[in-house]
């Protein structure tokens, strides 16, 4: 299958209403993904077909998940998931997108240079360093344990604001150790199409 034909028909398996523009952006930005993994390692995977199925339509299983939020915050973001495929298909919502490892965060700029998105900040440093980001939703795919990932993350969050962690398996160990301050509002399957393997976000908020 062609890739265009492989991204829209996982588009439209996970319900989504993207536009053209959106998906040939989505698709430039796995061409970026390629080029630079080159030389930063950006990805264990090197089959086209491969990222976009863990990098592209993954992350976009969280789009119905900041539904009416203006602010994001994508913690261990790495290559960019899920904040850059978030911020292509949401232009309205404020993203920041944040890592540790100063590699990283170089191919993020260079990407939201070349991308063209206005409405995505990159912060390079450690999440319990960094002060000067409120977010209305935190979020991460496989970054840390569910305990450690609110309790660095908690002074980001807005009043009101909650976390959509994206996770493999059901996290249900990870949830027990969460802390007292806070609690699950849902843990929601993710089906992503031609994924062999088991996806789940879990919606936290505090008490």
Known sequence: ??????????????????????????????????????TYNLTALRDEEKMIVH??????????HIEGVQTMLDVGSGGG?????????????????????????????????ELGLDNVRVVSGRVEAVSDVRADVITSRAFAELADFV???????????????M???????????????????KVVKADVPDLDAERHIAIIRKR
């Not at 309790?151 to 962690?165: F, I, M, R």
Request: proline fraction near 5%.
């Open 1 to 38: 299958m062609e890739r265009k034909e492989r991204l829209q028909s996982g588009i439209a398996a996970l319900g989504l209403d993207i536009s053209a523009a959106a998906q040939d952006r989505l698709l430039a930005y796995v061409d970026l993904l390629k080029k630079w993994n080159k």
């Open 55 to 64: 990098h592209l339509l993954d992350s976009l299983t969280l789009l119905p």
């Open 81 to 113: 998931q899920p904040g850059i495929p978030a911020a292509v298909c949401r232009p309205d919502v404020q993203i920041t997108l944040l890592d540790a490892n100063t590699k990283k965060t170089a191919f993020l700029q260079q990407a939201v240079i």
């Open 151 to 165: 309790s660095w993350t908690g002074h980001l969050l807005k009043d009101g604001g909650y976390w959509a962690a």
């Open 167 to 185: 996770k493999g398996v059901y996290p249900q160990e990870e949830i027990g150790r969460l802390p007292a301050g806070v609690f699950v509002e």
